[in-house]
C-alpha cells in the first residue's frame, strides 16, 4: 500500500477510529476512577562512618560507607525492621505485604537512603514511614557490633523526616486517559486497516487501478432516487449525475478513434451495476449532441432496457436474427431526434448462439453502416457468455463496475473473460460513485456542483 492508500483508509473510517478512540478514552476514565488513590511518604537517612584520624583512616571510612550502605538499604525492607514496625504501629498486615509497600533506594553517588512508602492512608504512610528509619537506627548496633573501644564504625542519622502527602500519587487520571486514548487510537486505525484489507469491494478510482490499467472513461454520481427516474439525462439534465453521462459521452468520442467500427458493448460483471441505465443515458447525451445512435437490447435473458425507455419489446433483436421481420420493421425510433432501438424481441432459448452466429454479426456492420455509433445492451460476464461474443463482434467492450458492489476479484474474472475472446477493452465506467469523501470522483466533483448551483440559483 502507498500512502495515499492508508489516507484514504483513515478518511473512509475516520468515525470508526473516532469512536474506539473516545472508548479508550472512557476506559481510561474509568479505570481511574476504580482505582483507590495511592499515597506516598518518604523519610531520608544518612549513613556514615565513626570519626578517623588520619586521612587514610577517612578515605577508607568512606570507602566502607559505599560499600555498607546498599546492604543498609536491602535491610529495610526485612523483618529486622519491619516487624517492630507492625507492632508499634499494630499494624494488621504481615511483614511481607509490608515489604511490598516500602522501597529504599540509594541516590547515585552519595550515603543518602530514601525509604518511601505507599499506602491508602497519607499519615499512616508517613508514620511507617518514620518508624521504619528509627527501627532501621536501632537495628545498626545488631548489624556493625562496636569495635573494642565500645564505638560504633556506622552512624545513621534521619536527614528529613516524612511528613503527610497532600495529593495522590495514583492513579495519574491524565496519564491514564492519555494511554487509553493512545490505545484506542492505534485499535481503531488497526481495525479500519484490517476491514480495508478484507473488504474487496470497489469503491473509487485507486481500487480499479489495482486490478487493471485500463482507463476510467466514466464515473456515473450515485443517485438515490435512480430507480424512479432511470433517464436521468432526460429527466433532470441540469443534476450532477446527468452531468456524469455528459462527461462519458465527451470520453468515448476519443475512443478507438482510427477504427471505422464504431460499435460498443456496454456490459459488467454482475447483474444489478447500472449497465442498461448507462447504455439508455448515453444514447439520450450522444443522441443531444447531434449523432444518429442505435441502441440494441442486447440482453436477451433479462431485457429492462424498452422498459426504462418506454418501449414495445414484443418483436426486436431475436425476430430479425431468425428472419421472421425486417431490421427496419424492428427498429423504434425514441424521441423526436435520431435515436433507434432495436429492443430484444422474444426470448429465445439459445441467446448465445444466436449473439454468436453470422448474422448477428452482419447485423452489427449494417447498423454501423447507417448510425454514427451503435451501443449494445449485454448480460453481465460473469454468469454468461453473451457479453463476450457480442464484445468480440464490436469494436470492444465498455465495462461497467458499480462502487461498493463490485469485488476486485470480479472485475478481473470479468476483463479476462473479455481476453479470453481477445475481444478490447475501451475502458471502465464507474457507477454508484460518492459525490463526496475520500472515494468521490475528484474531476467531477467540482464541475458537477459548480454547474448545478448555478442553474438552480438562476431559477430560484
Not at 476514565?29 to 565513626?50: G, I, R
Not at 456515473?220 to 432516487?225: F, L, Q, V
Not at 422474444?346 to 448465445?352: E, F
Request: charged share 20%.
Amino acid at each position: 500500500m502507498e500512502l495515499r492508500d492508508y489516507l484514504r483508509i483513515l478518511r473512509r473510517n475516520w468515525v470508526i477510529i473516532l469512536v474506539i478512540t473516545l472508548a479508550g478514552v472512557a476506559g481510561g476514565a474509568t479505570y481511574s476512577l476504580l482505582q483507590t488513590p495511592q499515597y506516598e511518604a518518604t523519610t531520608k537517612v544518612f549513613v556514615s562512618t565513626s570519626s578517623a584520624d588520619s586521612v587514610s583512616d577517612l578515605n577508607a571510612g568512606n570507602s566502607f560507607t559505599q560499600q555498607i550502605v546498599r546492604s543498609y538499604a536491602q535491610v529495610v525492607t526485612t523483618g529486622l525492621v519491619l516487624d517492630p514496625v507492625i507492632s508499634e504501629l499494630g499494624l494488621d498486615r504481615t511483614t511481607r505485604e509490608l515489604a511490598d509497600q516500602v522501597s529504599a533506594e540509594v541516590t547515585l553517588n552519595t550515603v543518602i537512603v530514601d525509604i518511601t512508602v505507599t499506602d491508602a492512608d497519607p499519615v499512616l504512610a508517613a508514620n511507617i514511614a518514620n518508624s521504619i528509619a528509627k527501627n532501621l537506627i536501632e537495628a545498626v548496633p545488631e548489624l556493625t557490633p562496636a569495635n573494642a573501644d565500645g564505638v560504633a564504625p556506622v552512624k545513621v542519622t534521619v536527614t528529613q523526616s516524612a511528613q503527610v502527602p497532600d495529593e495522590p500519587v495514583s492513579p495519574r487520571v491524565p496519564l491514564n486517559i492519555a494511554l487509553g486514548a493512545l490505545v484506542g487510537l492505534a485499535f481503531g486505525i488497526g481495525i479500519a486497516v484490517l476491514r480495508s484489507v478484507l473488504d474487496q469491494r470497489i469503491r473509487g478510482q485507486r481500487d480499479v487501478e489495482l486490478v487493471t490499467d485500463r482507463p476510467i472513461i466514466g464515473a456515473i454520481a450515485y443517485d438515490p432516487k435512480a430507480k424512479d427516474r432511470p433517464l436521468i439525462v432526460h429527466a433532470d439534465p441540469l443534476s450532477p449525475r446527468a452531468e456524469s453521462f455528459r462527461s462519458l459521452r465527451t470520453n468515448l468520442q476519443f475512443v478507438d478513434m482510427g477504427s471505422d467500427r464504431r460499435s460498443f458493448v456496454v456490459t459488467s460483471s454482475i447483474e444489478s451495476e447500472g449497465k442498461s441505465t448507462t447504455t439508455a443515458n448515453l444514447a439520450i447525451a450522444l443522441r443531444d449532441s447531434g449523432l444518429n445512435i442505435c441502441v440494441i437490447e442486447g440482453d436477451l435473458r433479462r431485457p429492462k432496457l424498452v422498459d426504462y425507455l418506454g418501449l414495445e419489446g414484443a418483436v426486436g433483436l431475436t425476430d430479425v436474427l431468425i428472419g421472421r421481420v425486417q431490421l427496419s420493421d424492428a427498429l423504434q425510433r425514441w424521441g423526436r431526434n435520431n435515436l433507434f432501438v432495436l429492443p430484444a424481441g422474444q426470448i429465445p432459448p439459445n441467446p448465445s448462439e444466436l449473439l454468436g452466429s453470422a448474422a448477428m454479426a452482419k447485423l452489427l456492420r449494417d447498423l454501423e453502416s447507417e448510425f454514427h455509433i451503435v451501443l449494445v445492451d449485454a448480460p453481465p460476464l460473469l454468469p454468461v457468455t453473451d457479453g463476450a461474443i457480442l464484445s468480440k463482434q464490436t469494436s470492444g467492450a465498455i465495462v461497467v463496475a458499480a462502487a461498493g458492489r463490485t469485488q476486485r476479484n470480479q472485475l478481473e474474472a470479468a476483463l479476462k473473460s473479455l481476453e479470453s475472446v481477445d475481444a478490447k477493452v475501451h475502458g471502465i465506467v464507474l457507477t454508484m460513485m460518492p459525490t463526496k469523501g475520500p472515494d468521490a470522483y475528484g474531476y467531477g466533483a467540482y464541475g458537477y456542483g459548480y454547474g448545478y448551483t448555478q442553474e438552480t440559483s438562476s431559477k430560484s
